[in-house]
């Protein structure tokens, strides 16, 4: 499972999770999410 900012040519990988079974997909997408944007945006969601 790979997160991309944008489908593009110069797409950045945000996260890679392996491994991910069905009955925790879930919970471990949530943590991807909130782990990048902890990273990249210092905790904040852009409203623009």
């Known amino acids: 499972m ?3 900012r ?3 040519a110069e797409s950045m ?3 890679r999770v392996e491994d991910v079974y069905c009955d ?3 919970s471990v997408i949530e ?3 909130d782990r990048a944007i ?3 945006n210092s905790g904040f969601i852009p409203l623009s």
């Open 24 to 26: 925790c997909l879930q």
């Open 13 to 15: 990988v945000l996260a």
């Open 31 to 33: 943590s991807v999410y």
């Open 38 to 40: 902890e990273e990249h």
């Open 2 to 4: 790979e997160g991309h």
């Open 6 to 8: 944008e489908r593009s």
